[in-house]
Structures are given as C-alpha cells and as structure tokens.
C-alpha cells in the first residue's frame, strides 16, 4: 500500500508498505476522508516524540471497511467507519483502570502516526475493529466526521477535564480546531462567561458562534491581564490550554481562580520543563488543579461524538475552510497546516 510518511525528522515523501496483516479481531479500511492534524506537525517538524522513519502520518480518518478478521461481530466489508484517533488496547490493565489512552505504557493508545503507520495510508489497519470503529451515518457530511476522530473529542475532552460547574467562568487559551471545539465543548457543559484567546478573524468569528462571550486577542497585550481586568481581578473558574507554547501553562495558572482548574490538552512539543509560577500557584497551596490529557479514542467515544453532530449539538464540519480532492493531495494539506495561511483553521482530504 503507498502512505505519505515522516521518513526522519523534517523530511516527508511517499512509501510504500507491505499491506497490513488482518487479525481476527482486525479491519483494514480504506480511507473516503482524511485530515491532517498539528500534532503530524509537531511529530515531524520538532521530533516531539522522537525520531521515526518511513512512518505513514495522519490520525484523523474516516473510511470503508474492505478487509475484515473473522471475529469481528458488528461490522463487514462495505460498512463506512469513523475511524477515531486513539485505537486502545481495551484488554489492558491501563484500560480497567480507566485510562485506555495509555494502555500499554504511556501515550501507546495513540497509534497511529506514533507507534504504527498512520491513517494516510491506501489500506489502513485497525485493531480490535469491535471496539474501535463507529458506524457513520448515511447522511453524515464528511467534513463533519473526519472531525470527529481528534478535533471534535479532544477538544470536548478539554472541556471535560475542566470540572466545569454550571454558569461558571471559563477561558480557553488557543482557538484553532481544537480549542474552537473547546468552546463548544464548554458551552455545552454549561459555561457562564466564556473567554476565547485567539487572533484571526476566521477563528475568533467561529469561537464566537460556537459560544464564547468575550474574545482576548493575544497580540494585544498580556492575556492575564486582560482576562483579570475583565473579570474584576477574580480570574476563571477554568481555564482550557488548547494552543499557544509552554507559557500558556504560566499564564494559565495565573488567570484561574483558587480552586479552579486548569484542563491542558495542548501537545507541548518542546523543551525539557514546563513552569509553574510559584506565587500565583499558592506557593503550592492553591488547589489549583492541573490536569491534561491525551483525547479519548475507541468506538463509544466515536459514538457519542456523532449524536453530538445528529443532535446538533455541534457543528464541527464548520472548520474545514479548506478542502481537497485525491489521495495526493495529503501533501499540500499537511503542508498548508505548517503554512498556516490567515484564512485556514482545518484542511480535509476527500479521497
Ligand atoms: P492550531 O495551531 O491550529 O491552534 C493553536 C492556536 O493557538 C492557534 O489558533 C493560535 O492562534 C493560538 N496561539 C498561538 N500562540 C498563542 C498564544 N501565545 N496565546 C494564545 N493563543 C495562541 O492547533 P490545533 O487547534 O490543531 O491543536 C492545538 C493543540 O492541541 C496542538 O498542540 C495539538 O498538537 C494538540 N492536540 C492534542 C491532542 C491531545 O490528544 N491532547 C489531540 C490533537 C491535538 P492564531 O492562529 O490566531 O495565531
Ligand atoms: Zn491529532
């Protein structure tokens, strides 16, 4: 099968693989819809997680099963599938205890374009396909469920971590795709005042309709000023981290209320510490509460993102400002996501 790869760090090209072996528990899936995603950016271009070779990029996918291992009870050759970022080994102990995500050592969930080729691949292998696929629905927009994979869930999943109580205050630092889904996502857990921190017009605009309050513009003037200012020197009760550099995490403590929370989904690509201001953090005695997390995979997850789009609870296919058609395109799509024209907030790749 032919895949677009990381072939080393800061290099890119085609290859081609051996097609995957299709366990009993297995699909192999070929791909109607992809989308690039920061994080491809990050694996590549800043080695984040390490060096890799010949690795086939992409998590975010949607696709038609075409090869199917014979234990596989709810889905047959011909079904379309959302396919979700994070692909868990569900028989492990991390999974018991509650955290697929790393089931089988940390951050091993993630699969695909880390520890196994990726989706932008002619065939791709899914495990356990039982517990790992979602039927798409018939009418489902493609732009709509590739953003299902990573977008829509991680960006839930930062509002999720964010113990956000009813009307209260939240601010989300970072308003590309996945923070834009942080907004949504904590407007339907029930926000108050809601702050976005972005800078383009195309992502404040989005933010806006999805339900943030107040728009910080964090190319004029310090975000925790004008989020104190804004909030009579109080701060939020939550702050979401969906963007930005490691300082986001400082800024972050120092703009959440004693007792808040402070949800990091961000992909923090480089340096060896992140800080903590001391002062602001109580000198430990806070109770702020930071947390994050690698976004939420498998087959129910998938599930209950698309009765969010069927219920119209969310409306992600909004993000896709640009769109390609051919499987040759991934390339100019990853590459327009290291670009980042003023006018893009998510590419998707019709096959
Ligand atoms: P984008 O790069 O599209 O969005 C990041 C946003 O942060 C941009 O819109 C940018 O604004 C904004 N930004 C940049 N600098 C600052 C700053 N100093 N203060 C505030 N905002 C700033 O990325 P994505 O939305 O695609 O992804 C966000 C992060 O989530 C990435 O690190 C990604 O790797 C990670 N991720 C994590 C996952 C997980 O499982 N936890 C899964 C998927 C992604 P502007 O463009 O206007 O300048
Ligand atoms: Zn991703």
């Not at 234990?71 to 709810?74: A, L």
């Not at 992909?267 to 060896?272: A, I, K, Q, T, V």
């Not at 609870?313 to 896709?320: G, H, L, T, W």
């Given at each position: 099968v032919k895949g677009f790869a990381?072939?080393?760090?800061?290099k890119l090209g085609w290859i081609e693989k051996e097609k995957p072996e299709v366990g009993p528990y297995d699909a192999l899936v070929k791909p109607i819809v992809l989308a690039p995603c920061t994080s491809d950016i990050h694996t590549v271009f800043e080695g984040a997680i390490g060096d890799r070779h010949n690795l086939i990029l992409g998590h975010e996918a949607g696709g038609e099963i075409i090869e199917i291992g014979s234990?596989?009870?709810?889905f047959k050759v011909g079904d379309r599938v959302v396919i979700p970022a994070i692909t868990p080994d569900w028989r492990s102990l991390a999974s018991q205890d509650g955290y697929p995500q790393h089931s089988?050592?940390?951050?091993?969930?993630?699969?695909?374009?880390?520890i196994k080729d990726g989706v932008f691949s002619e065939g791709i292998h899914i495990n356990d396909a039982d517990m790992n696929l979602a039927k798409m629905p018939k009418n489902m927009p493609l732009e709509q469920a590739v953003m299902l994979s990573d977008m829509a869930s991680t960006g839930i999943q930062g509002a999720e971590l964010?113990?956000?109580?009813?009307g209260a205050s939240v601010a989300v630092i970072g308003i590309g795709p996945v923070g834009l889904m942080g907004v949504a996502g904590a407007a339907i857990h029930g926000a108050g005042r809601l702050f976005a921190v972005g800078n383009r017009k195309v992502c404040t605009d989005l933010a806006l309709e999805y339900g943030a309050t107040d728009i910080v513009d964090?190319?004029?003037?310090d975000i925790v000023e004008q989020i104190l200012k804004a909030t009579n020197g109080r701060g939020v009760d939550a702050t979401i981290i969906a963007?930005?550099?490691?300082?986001a995490i400082l800024e972050a403590v120092k703009m959440t209320k004693p007792g808040g929370t402070i949800s990091n989904v961000n992909?923090?690509?480089?340096?060896?510490t992140l800080p903590i201001p001391r002062v602001e953090w109580g000198c430990g005695m806070s109770h702020k509460d930071i947390r994050g997390g690698l976004v939420a995979g498998g087959r129910l997850r998938m599930e209950r993102m698309i009765d969010l789009c069927t219920y119209k609870?969310?409306?992600?296919?909004?993000?896709?400002t640009h769109t390609f058609d051919g499987f040759k395109n991934i390339e100019k799509a990853l590459l327009l996501m290291k670009e980042k024209?003023?006018?893009?907030?998510k590419p998707v790749v019709f096959i």
């Open positions: 990381m072939l080393g760090i800061g234990e596989v009870k709810d089988n050592g940390m951050l091993s969930g993630w699969k695909f374009s880390n964010a113990n956000i109580k009813s964090y190319k004029k003037g963007g930005g550099d490691s300082n992909y923090f690509g480089n340096g060896e609870r969310i409306a992600p296919e909004k993000m896709a024209p003023k006018d893009l907030i």
